[in-house]
């Protein structure tokens, strides 16, 4: 197995499922597998491996219970045959349960996990065919402003459970397979929707209302797309918000959102400093800055997706989620 028939074995476990919602397990469950590899590490009993993983499924996944057992069972499998790319070690058979879910406590006593051998193959010495293999996994869950967050994380290789290796630390090179890949991962964009959104809010975050300008030209501020691209939104104004760097990256982290009344919501579990209040609370059930249009402001359809897919529901007001759901 090469890098691309690697890659393609992940693209095929499905990412997304209808309508856009988030199944991006299987694909975390992987980028886990190539951290450990890049330790030394192939096979880890799944007991040592579950709190990482569910570390990983939390701040990267959907606002959902992580159940980081089931990828890391139904990776080894797909459509009746084994995958190339993982498997499940176990000392005695693994019982279901009824619905056909591997049993937690077999999971927890016999159960290791791991890349197949051939995968490991590819990475365990090799960090730049990690970073190619994690950044364009990362491009098929994440939208671009917390891809790389991602995917330095997995190369820095901060596993507790598995031993430390050299290799990891040394600086990756870019190989042109790293360009090859990302290229073909790229979804379609319009062009058109970062100059639209930037001018239908004036240029200026709709958070904050920074935008600082040097030599006559803004910079640090980005068209946020409130649907995320990756999940099907579209490039409409409408699935827009003009942001500047940290309140973008915290849309796209589910740190923040805006409500049915266009007020901006902060998650309640967003540490409370000072330095966050200046930053986040001080805005929280405030009206953003709108765009002059009023056809151009967001739509509910679209803050529904981030708010089911992203911010979760549970951390809207539960009349807020009643109105606009229903
Ligand atoms: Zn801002």
Not at 118 to 132: I, K, V
Not at 291 to 309: G, N
Request: with cysteine; glycine share 4%.
């Amino acid at each position: 197995m090469n890098l691309q028939e690697f890659v393609a074995e992940v693209e095929a476990q499905r990412a997304w499922r209808a309508h856009g919602i988030r199944a991006p397990h299987k694909p975390l469950t992987i980028l886990y597998g190539i951290k450990l590899a890049l330790c030394g590490t192939r096979l880890i009993p799944y007991r040592k491996a579950a709190p990482e993983l569910s570390s990983l499924l939390v701040r990267y996944g959907p606002p959902t219970d992580p159940n980081p057992q089931d990828p890391a069972w139904r990776l080894a499998r797909r459509d009746g045959a084994r995958t190339r790319i993982w498997e499940v070690r176990s000392e005695q058979p693994i019982r279901s349960d009824r619905s056909n879910n591997p049993r937690l406590t077999d999971l927890n006593k016999f159960a290791s996990i791991g890349l197949s051998e051939e995968a490991y193959a590819l990475f365990h010495d090799d960090p730049a065919a990690a970073r190619s293999a994690a950044t364009q996994i990362a491009s098929l869950i994440l939208p671009e402003s917390r891809q790389d967050e991602l995917v330095e994380e997995v190369l820095e290789g901060r596993v507790t459970a598995a031993s430390p290796d050299d290799e990891s630390n040394q600086p990756p090179s870019l190989e042109p397979v790293h360009r090859e890949l990302e290229s073909a991962s790229r979804i379609r964009r319009d062009p058109a929707f970062a100059p639209r959104v930037r001018a239908a809010y004036g240029n200026a975050c709709a958070v904050c209302s920074i935008s600082p300008r040097l030599s006559h030209a803004t910079f640090g501020l980005e068209a946020a797309h409130i649907w995320w691209a990756r999940g099907g939104g579209p490039d409409a104004v409408q699935n827009g918000i003009y942001l500047c760097r940290m309140h973008h990256i915290a849309l796209d982290r589910g740190a923040i959102t805006v409500d049915g009344e266009m007020r901006l919501r902060v998650a309640p579990t967003l540490e409370h400093t000072s330095e966050c209040s200046d930053v986040f609370h001080r805005f929280d059930r405030r009206p953003i800055r709108l765009p002059s249009k009023d056809r151009d402001a967001p739509s509910i359809q679209m803050l529904k997706w981030h708010w089911e897919q992203v911010f979760g529901l549970k951390n809207l007001a539960p009349e807020q989620a009643e109105r606009h759901l229903s």
